[in-house]
């Protein structure tokens, strides 16, 4: 079953990512994370050496601390309203 | 009985090959003769030309020709000005019991879903330099909607799908495109 990533957006709602294809090593979540995180900073290349997950949530220079929210499965979101992020109620 | 050997003196001068490599036959002139082990001026080792997208062809005047195993470098697709860098098709509004499902896509990392009607793109590849390309998107659902370009990082971009009217819509499918330098 595929994994979606949630994470939350500046404005308090959430975003729903969809990850292409396989990511054994985690380099597209990570840089997807790099780059919903920016604010200020457009102009910054993603390095994996020195953008790790920790780097991200701990907050770099132009971008807001970010981290997942959740994973869920696809299953999840077979709802009934297309916007469902905003009926979503959660839970731990 | 002696028997005495007489070396007989080679009556032919042999001299290097001077064959003209041409487009036709043509008789030559000279009255020298070659070994038939000498080695012809054939081939030459220059680099051939690097093919970049919209090239003229060129008959070509050199007098010798490439190896037959030759190679040219071409134009890398990231370079190409007419190339779109990145699509993506999308499911964006996954209906009864269906999933969130990227149909298919270049370039393209990972899809988000933001909000209603916006869309956040991380690119594989990034492009050169922020809000200096062009991402473009559309999408139906028995109508066309537009996408309007919100603005981009070198890494990702983000889109607003809307109706029409203005109001932002989750279409199915949504599709995007960009162009630019990478």
Redesign the interface.
Known sequence: MAKLQVIPNSDGGVSIIKIVGDDPGGLKLTKTLFEHSRTTDMDTHFEPAVHTLEAIAAGLPGHRALSLSAEIDDADVRLLDRYFRDAWEWSD | MTINVTPIPRLTALTDPAFILGTSNAAGSAITAVASNSTLLAFDATLPDAITFGQSGAAGSATVTSRRDHAHATESVTAASSSAKAW?M?NA??G???????ND?YN?????????GLF?L?W?T?FA???TYVNGGWGSEGRIVGAIYN??????SQNTVVTDSGART?GNPVMFVAFGAQ
């Open positions: 993506s999308t509004w996954p009864l019991g269906s999933d969130f499902v990227i896509s393209v990392d990972s899809i988000a879903d933001n909000g209603p956040t991380t594989t990034d330099v922020a809000n603005g981009a990082a070198v890494g990702s989750d």
